[in-house]
């Protein structure tokens, strides 16, 4: 049995069940209790535990190694935990749960899934999945010629949008604006040159979203970009529902796309490199969905850009690119380029 935990989250005052997570003793006797995961010779073993990821006082990631006998033997596998303070996991196992009956399950012919759910742990707020195997995209994205791959994830939140999975909640373009008039002006005590610029900015979205028209809402994931798809093979995951709500479904292509054009500033330095994965994911959505939404997909990622602004200043490697992203909201959003010091 080992424990990793370099995170530290036994000692997280924010969430005062993680440390009960990486109690072997108890992780093995909650794990034991769940029909999932009973076997033809017993309850699981548990092998390890491994803290994945740790945001202090507001959520953590761990993953279970555990071992099932079955009728074919023996079976290792790894299970994923989600908790979040102030979430229900109740609510999230039972998301993934209907997915999982909508089609998404490993019975589907066009190979679009969910991960599989286990169960919940209520006494820790834990949520279980199985873990999948493959690669995110955003690593495959980076190197070789997958536009074959873009169609299919077009395809794949289609079928999400379509799946008719009811959501506990709504997300508007108002909440969208709200969310840069809450984060982008905690930029001007740190970059203080930048306050007229961001302020003209934040005029220009709200533009910008008065100028759409009212979407037909469905079910989004609202947080989707590369990192969420993961890829084994033909087989496509959808991963992190933990935003799901009812929304305008061209957000989530347009946040994919901002996330693109992001990450190969920040990566490459060149945002219009590999433009083409942005222009065949629009094109097979739109084709899907009818040109009526091609004006919202644009002015979505546009906004997913300018809410990148403040996330790139977060992390060190970022800042500096952090003004040359500002410049490119300034020209999507169609300001007169900054011409100061």
Not at 199 to 206: G, I, N, S, W
Request: glycine share 8%; proline share 6%.
């Amino acid at each position: 049995m080992t424990v990793d935990d370099p995170f530290g989250i036994a000692d997280d005052p924010g969430l005062p069940l993680a440390s009960l997570a990486i109690d072997p003793q108890r992780v093995e006797r909650e794990l034991q209790r769940l029909p999932a995961l009973t076997g033809i010779d017993g309850p699981p073993q548990l092998r390890a535990i491994r803290v994945i990821r740790h945001k202090p006082g507001r959520r953590f990631m761990v993953e279970y190694d555990v071992a099932v006998l079955t009728a074919l033997g023996m079976q290792e596998l790894t299970l994923m935990g989600k908790a979040r303070s102030r979430h229900s996991a109740r609510a999230a196992h039972r998301l993934l749960r209907t997915l999982w009956g909508a089609g998404f399950d490993q019975q589907g012919s066009d190979a679009v899934f969910v991960p599989k759910p286990i169960g919940v742990i209520s006494s820790f707020n834990l949520w279980l999945q199985q873990k999948v195997p493959g690669r995110p995209l955003s690593e495959l994205l980076l190197a070789g010629n997958h536009t074959a791959l873009i169609e299919r994830v077009a395809d794949a939140i289609h079928k999400l949008h379509s799946a008719g999975v009811a959501a506990d909640r709504r997300h508007t373009i108002d909440d969208e604006l709200q969310i840069l008039y809450e984060r982008l002006p905690q930029l001007f005590q740190q970059y203080p040159e930048w306050r007229q610029r961001i302020e003209r900015v934040l005029l220009a979205c709200d533009r910008l979203g008065a100028s759409l028209p009212v979407p037909k809402v469905c079910g989004i994931h609202r947080d989707f970009y590369a990192d969420q798809v993961m890829v084994d093979g033909e087989w496509l995951y959808l991963l992190d529902f933990d935003l799901y709500c009812y929304g305008d479904p061209a957000l989530d292509i347009g946040n994919f796309v901002g996330h693109m054009i992001e990450q190969r500033l920040r990566l490459v330095g060149d945002a219009t490199m590999l433009v083409r994965y942005e222009e065949i994911l629009v094109e097979r959505f739109i084709a899907l969905v009818g040109a009526a939404s091609r004006e919202a997909v644009t002015a979505y990622t546009t906004l997913t850009l300018v809410r990148h602004i403040h996330l790139s200043t977060l992390f060190p490697e970022r800042r500096n690119w952090s003004g040359r992203l500002l410049a490119l909201c300034e020209q999507r959003l169609g300001l007169p380029p900054h011409t100061g010091s």
